[in-house]
């Protein structure tokens, strides 16, 4: 890509130079060209006796009446008396051969169009080489436009954004070079197809000073495109600045920059440009709502989603937005909002399905979500692969081993789906929760792709439970080789090590972080009140209302001794600093946002905690008999899963 990136700079330079005295050249779109043009038979007509004009007449009145068959006789009589009718007539029939996936009469009407040495104008052979690029035929689209005597701005469009659809993204850069050395200006829509099919951060920067030059930073596809190409490529501040320059608002560059933001997992800033972009005057669109869904999604912001509920109703029975829907009342853990939606959905893909069944799974409902992959399989919609890794992740929690081994084994038999790595992981916490570690490790080297990370996180999770030292320490060993700065992972090592007394292991462990610049992650807790993000940080006292959540929270711990609560500071195989353990034990986190939340909602109202680490066997405890004693619904999603703490158990029934 090196040597096309710096032809790319040569030819931009060239024609800058060249095009100096042009002036400012019109910007044209291929609609536009096609209806700016004189309705006027501008092909040489052979004859101009009366039958002449009476075939011409046919077979304009079968194009205009979309007769397909009529027009195609109509045309074989037309040709072999050498007549041809205007333009705009023949765009109209290659319009009905699109409609109709005429792939034969298609190619029929290219060779009336060249028949004994007739040449088409340009913008009808553009229509043609569109006409190949949309029936997938992109080696007969190629060959027409080689072919081309003159080419303009549409030809060479057309052809590149052919090839950036079909992800042929250096064929695509490389036409764009040759357009420039051909001297043809790029308009707004060839910069927007050259740009998503950018192939990095340096031709992406060239690309955009190019837009620069040739004056075309303003337009709002280019401007959108731009957003969304920095946004892919993670270069958020340049996207902001691309925003930021905007004079002019609109709506296409605003939801460009709102998806960059919560497609990069920056929920915070989406729904700050979100606001923004309403302060404005703007009404959001389908592709605004599904953004702000995400954005809710990833932060799990159960009250500002079902406002957006209220904009969604507006799109009527909208599958995709109705899909994020879905999706954001799983992963908020609202499985009551959730079921709602998903029993008044009149239409429901693979993708309703799955989310749902895995929604169902995740929040502890297994068998409701076993059932409900038997709906789906009666309704005839096929599974996916996403489908199943749901299926299998309700049978591994709640502990139905057989059921999960049948359908880890049916995948491929009945559904003809190959397990990814995904599945054999949920096989490997199916197995380890059951105790049986030795066929979890037995399968981790029966699996056909290499096991990441996570996968050993899962065996390792297995060992925690189980006490299997040793296990434990192998798999922490094969997570560190594959992700050298998890501070969690170092932390539980060295304390197993400690527990053991090897304390020249805990050594080790420590000069290790210590090279690697490994840096611990406090635990910190949020809960959405009253539509606000209150944190909570282990240690930090800055929330102002802290004094009284303190003063709270230690007459519960009193109330729940009595009860026959014990602090509970001896989990061996914990990810927790040794001070963080012992000391700051009841200042944890979870604990004070759960009473911060005890505190402000209403008996009825469950209390939501969004939580950055695992949850701690402390925690975990007390929330579970807090539950019982305050007769509260508790929701505690952490990074691998949700606990649903209710009458004194948790929907992960403590296995975590
Ligand atoms: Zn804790
Ligand atoms: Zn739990």
New binding site residues.
């Given amino acids: 890509m090196k040597s096309s990136s710096w032809m790319l700079m040569k030819c931009i330079a060239r024609f800058q130079a060249s095009r100096a005295s042009v002036g400012r050249l019109a910007v044209q779109c291929p609609q536009r060209l096609l209806h700016s043009l004189p309705y006027s038979h501008t092909s040489p007509v052979a004859a101009t006796g009366e039958w002449q004009s009476v075939l011409i007449d046919e077979f304009t009145r079968c194009c205009c009446q979309r007769d397909l068959p009529g027009a195609m006789e109509a045309m074989v009589s037309m040709q072999k008396n050498k007549i041809w009718a205007d333009p705009i007539t023949y765009s109209e029939l290659i319009k009905c051969c699109l409609a109709r996936g005429a792939v034969q009469q298609g190619r029929l009407v290219h060779a009336h169009l060249f028949f004994r040495g007739h040449r088409p104008k340009t913008f009808l052979m553009n229509i043609l080489i569109s006409m190949y690029v949309k029936f997938g035929l992109l080696d007969d689209a190629q060959e027409l436009f080689a072919e081309m005597p003159e080419r303009n701005v549409v030809s060479w469009t057309t052809m590149i954004a052919a090839y950036a659809n079909s992800r042929l993204n250096d064929k695509a850069l490389e036409c764009l070079i040759l357009m420039l050395r051909d001297g043809v200006t790029p308009n707004m829509y060839t910069y927007s197809s050259v740009l998503r099919a950018c192939l990095g951060l340096p031709i992406l920067r060239q690309l955009h000073c190019s837009v620069i030059k040739i004056g075309l930073d303003s337009d709002v596809f280019v401007r959108s495109a731009l957003i969304d190409t920095y946004s892919k490529w993670g270069e958020l501040d340049n996207a902001l600045h691309v925003f930021d320059e905007m004079v002019t608002g609109d709506l296409v560059v605003w939801n460009s920059i709102i998806a960059g933001f919560a497609q990069n997992t920056d929920g915070d800033e989406a729904l700050h440009l979100f606001k923004s972009m309403k302060r404005a005057g703007f009404q959001a669109d389908q592709s605004t709502i599904t953004s702000v869904l995400r954005a809710c999604t990833g932060l799990a912001l159960l009250e500002l989603g079902q406002q957006v509920h209220v904009l969604v109703l507006k799109y009527n029975q909208d599958l995709i937005l109705n899909n994020a829907l879905l999706d954001m009342y799983c992963k908020c853990g609202s499985l009551e909002d959730a079921n709602f939606l998903f029993s008044r959905m009149s239409e429901k893909d693979v993708i309703s399905w799955s989310t749902m069944i895995i929604g169902l799974a995740q929040n502890g409902f297994s068998l409701e979500a076993l059932q409900l992959f038997k709906s789906m399989e009666v309704s005839g919609t096929k599974p996916n692969h996403i489908t199943i890794l749901g299926v299998l992740f309700a049978c591994s929690h709640a502990g139905f081993i057989e059921d999960g081994q049948y359908y880890f084994q049916s995948m491929t038999k009945h559904f003809g789906l190959e397990p990814t790595r995904e599945h054999y992981g949920c096989m490997v916490d199916l197995l380890g929760r059951a105790g049986k570690l030795d066929e979890a490790v037995k399968l981790i080297h029966e699996m056909e792709c290499v096991p990441d990370a996570v996968t050993w996180r899962t065996l390792l999770g297995a060992c925690r439970v189980h006490h299997n030292k040793d296990l434990a320490i192998c798999a922490a060993k094969q997570i560190l080789k594959l992700e050298p700065h998890d501070a969690g992972t170092y932390i539980l090592l060295s304390n197993i090590y400690a527990n053991s007394g090897r304390w020249d292991d805990v050594t080790e462990v420590r000069r290790a972080m210590k090279e690697q610049g490994v840096q611990k992650e406090p635990g910190c807790s949020w809960i959405e009140v009253n539509k606000q993000i209150h944190a909570f940080i282990l240690g930090d006292k800055s929330h102002p209302q802290i004094g009284a959540i303190n003063m709270e929270l230690n007459q519960l711990i009193w109330r729940l001794k009595e009860l026959g609560y014990v602090p509970d500071t001896h989990f061996v195989l914990q990810d927790l600093e040794g001070e963080q353990k012992e000391e700051s034990l009841s200042y944890h986190s979870e604990k004070l946002a759960i009473v911060f939340g005890l505190m402000n909602f209403p008996r009825e109202k469950a209390i939501r905690i969004r939580k950055n680490l695992r949850?701690c066997g402390d925690c975990?405890v007390f929330a579970k008999l807090l539950a019982k004693m305050e007769g509260r619904t508790i929701v505690?999603r952490d990074p691998i899963?949700y606990?649903h703490?209710r009458n004194g158990v948790?929907?992960?029934?403590?296995y975590?």
């Fill in positions: 949850i975990h505690v899963r606990h703490f948790c929907s992960c029934r403590d975590w």
